[in-house]
């Protein structure tokens, strides 16, 4: 795929943190080659994460991610912070950027990011000014057992050394496994079924559907699309029944009924969780409705920021199932963007959409956070599964 057409959430994500005036905005400029992020010598001149999606030749697609620093103070400066660590969930590599010998809050958080088992990558900058230059490296590697890369920003001395460390140090699992996985080879017939509804406005497709569509011409795989209303007439015009069907979650029990035998069947929303999360447990959180009663409370996570539509999946038809299959007076929140709570307990189940706008590491991240605090979460097209009485029958 060229960098134009490889979304953000497919991008290699690589965070960078350090003290304000730690001149983390100079090395981003230095390693994109473009003067993304505002420098200065005024401390907290970063305030928001400020992103630049590029390519590295030998790691591919990647946004860098420049952060405010996390020894930001006063009321303002702690909102600031609080973004920087949002910036983590996300992050799948860490440059830790140090400017003295004073290292307890850069160790610190490089504790935090071994926590998400995030790889770092520890950075000396300012090495056209600093004095202890080696002694800090020393320091740094006796705290942490991390080897510094010796960089100027300015001088754009040591930044060739960081880019080969960024690609040595990549996340060995970021080569993620396919959309379709082993549901799909060479040769064989795929049928999509997407209803075109008011989340697909006219000239367009949603994202999982034009990632699975590229992927699966990329497998040389033969694809029919239709929408549900012309399944039938779609599997006529073929000589055998598909090797597979995907569909998308909302139109299940429709599908499955009219289904050959011989084609597996499974959606775009299931594949994705297997893409960018973890199936399984998504499966074993949709089980745990069966012991939910109408007082339960459900929150319902977007991954993107958007105006409520009349037909929104999250928003009103989920709740809409989950309250005729347990109780009308089941409490429904619903979260979107990075407003995730930190306390999941108020909830007795987590339901996370697709994530198609997120990266894996900011998915699983999620689902470690509720495994944690010992709550069940799973996402749209399992859940829809789930409640069409199917989820034992899709394929995976």
């Not at 473009?34 to 590295?56: C, N, R, Y």
């Not at 109408?294 to 038809?317: F, Q, S």
Request: net charge negative; hydrophobic share 40%.
């Amino acid at each position: 795929m060229s960098l134009h057409k490889t979304t953000e959430g497919n991008r290699l994500h690589i965070g960078i943190f350090g003290k304000r005036n730690s001149g983390k905005s100079s090395l981003i400029n230095a390693l994109t080659g473009q003067e993304i992020a505002l420098v200065s010598d005024v401390a907290g001149t970063t305030t928001d994460p400020v992103k630049k999606a590029m390519e590295i030749p030998g790691l591919g697609p990647c946004v860098f991610i420049d952060t405010a620093g996390f020894d930001d103070e006063g009321e303002l400066g702690g909102m600031r912070v609080d973004k920087t660590k949002k910036v983590i969930e996300k992050t799948d590599l860490a440059l830790v950027v140090f400017c003295d010998d004073d290292i307890s809050r850069e160790i610190e958080w490089i504790e935090e990011l071994h926590q998400l088992e995030t790889p770092v990558i520890a950075v000396v900058n300012k090495a056209d000014i600093i004095t202890n230059a080696e002694e800090l490296c020393q320091l740094i590697y006796k705290s942490c057992g991390l080897n510094p890369v010796l960089v100027s920003a300015t001088n754009k001395t040591g930044i060739e050394e960081l880019r080969t460390e960024i690609i040595r140090k990549q996340p060995e699992d970021y080569e993620l496994e396919e959309i379709t996985g082993r549901l799909a080879g060479k040769g064989d017939t795929i049928l999509l079924v997407m209803p075109q509804d008011i989340a697909a406005p006219k000239g367009r497709l949603i994202l999982p559907q034009v990632q699975t569509i590229r992927e699966l011409l990329d497998k040389k795989c033969l694809v029919l699309c239709a929408t549900a209303d012309e399944i039938d007439a779609a599997l006529a015009a073929l000589a055998k029944p598909p090797e597979l069907i995907i569909t998308d979650s909302q139109v299940f029990p429709l599908v499955f009924s009219k289904k050959p035998k011989e084609s597996k069947l499974t959606s775009f929303s299931i594949l994705f969780a297997n893409y960018k999360g973890d199936l399984h447990h998504f499966i074993r959180g949709a089980k745990t409705i069966d012991s939910l009663d109408d007082n339960a409370k459900i929150l319902i996570a977007e991954a993107c920021t958007h105006a409520p539509l009349e037909e929104d999946i999250g928003r009103v038809k989920i709740p809409a199932l989950l309250r005729r299959n347990i109780g009308e007076n089941l409490q429904v929140e619903v979260v979107s963007g990075s407003d995730f709570p930190k306390d999941l307990s108020p909830y007795n189940l987590v339901i996370h959409c697709g994530a198609c706008m997120f990266n894996r590491k900011h998915v699983l991240s999620r689902i470690r956070q509720a495994k944690v605090q010992g709550i069940p979460i799973t996402n749209y097209g399992v859940v829809l599964a789930k409640l069409s009485g199917i989820l034992d029958q899709i394929d995976y």
